[in-house]
């Protein structure tokens, strides 16, 4: 079999793969699977009810989203609403899910969404990583939940996990739309994307994935490799370090593991996340306010404080004892919220 044939099958294969992955606006879940079935890592509460929607951002692409909201709502009136995020190469039905059950129970109206090219969100080829994009998202969910009736667009909040924290400031700087802000575990992956290279290392990092253009070019789609295995592991792969086996903790085993999560991006979506800074205008939030959630033994701690020091007031640094990075995902043990409750309900009025 010729190397010409094989590349022309794989691209086939991949093209194929993304045509059923990409959402036309019309997924609805089967109410007779099961949570896990549907590949939800929290169980729903039975007094929540979670509807699967879909809308469109400035760039036309469909968003993906779950909405959650008590079932004995008055649909009559109008309640605050939070727009979760998921964690950087998560999807809405793992860390988000367990937010958008708690947070439903507590009065809120919330939506949890897939990124462009993530999930069932629409967006070709799939696993792109899009600074803009993914902000953007973040106020095409504002202008979804601005025009449901039972939402009051003027008590619209955040609540960006990992990743997401970072793209949720950054929709924060410009969208005053969004009135309170929260951020668990956050991470700036805008800096974490320079893996703290400089120099010649960074000219030589560059250089790299300029390089694999050329590849993708020539293939006719953009390398992905991904991270995590297609089926949950039953335990951590012994040789991994610390950082490595804390992420398999999550998303390999069957804690955090999902089909569309298998972890990182497209290769050469690190260039685009290198030439944008998310948070240089964190001060022009103000005087919305923020609050900072980290664990006290997360690896990311420092995202959270740096961003901190940088934000204007009004503004709130919340340790959570005996939480690493990824606790605060889905153990409702050590996410605090009662904390988050009060912010919201302090802030959206």
């Known amino acids: 079999m010729s190397k010409q044939f094989l590349i022309f099958i794989i691209t086939v294969l991949a093209l194929i793969g993304c045509n059923n992955n990409q ?6 879940a089967s109410q007779n699977k099961t949570e896990e079935e549907m590949g939800y890592i929290s169980e729903l509460n039975e007094n929540v009810t979670r509807t699967k929607v879909t809308y469109k951002n400035r760039y036309g692409l469909d968003v993906a989203a779950d909405l959650y909201y008590l079932k004995d709502i008055d649909k009559t009136k109008k309640y605050p609403a939070i727009i979760v995020g998921a964690p950087y190469g998560g999807v809405k039905e793992q860390g988000s899910s367990v937010y958008g059950n708690e947070l439903a129970l507590r009065g809120f109206v919330v939506l949890a969404f897939d990124q462009s090219f993530m999930g069932e969100s ?11 994009i993914f902000v953007e998202n973040f106020s095409a969910s504002v202008d979804y939940l601005g025009l449901q009736e039972f939402v009051d667009r003027e008590k619209i909040g955040v609540v960006g996990i990992c990743g997401s924290g970072g793209f949720a400031l950054s929709a924060a700087q410009t969208d005053t739309r969004i009135k309170a802000i929260a951020t668990t575990s956050m991470y700036d992956i805008s800096v974490s994307a320079r893996g703290g290279l400089k120099g010649e290392d960074l000219q030589k990092e560059k250089e790299r994935l300029s390089l694999q253009r050329w590849v993708d070019a020539e293939n006719g789609y953009p390398e992905y490799i991904p991270f995590f295995p297609k089926e949950p592991l039953d335990e951590v792969p012994a040789e991994l370090d610390e950082l490595n086996a804390e992420w398999f903790r999550f ?49 990311s701690r420092y995202f959270s404080e740096d961003a901190y020091k940088a934000a204007a007031e009004p503004k709130e640094l919340y340790i959570v004892e005996d939480a690493e990075h990824i606790d605060l995902y889905d153990r409702v043990d050590r996410i605090p919220f009662d904390k988050l409750e009060d912010f919201f309900n302090t802030n959206l009025k």
Do not use: C, W
């Open 23 to 28: 959402n036309n606006g019309q997924i609805n």
């Open 122 to 132: 629409g967006g070709s080829p799939r696993n792109v990583s899009s600074p803009d």
């Open 251 to 299: 998303y390999a085993l069957k804690r955090g593991h999902h089909t569309n999560a298998l972890g990182g991006f497209t290769t050469t979506s690190l260039l685009s996340m290198m030439n944008y800074r998310l948070l240089d205008f964190i001060d022009e939030i103000s005087p919305r306010p923020i609050l900072f959630v980290m664990g006290d033994r997360a690896h």
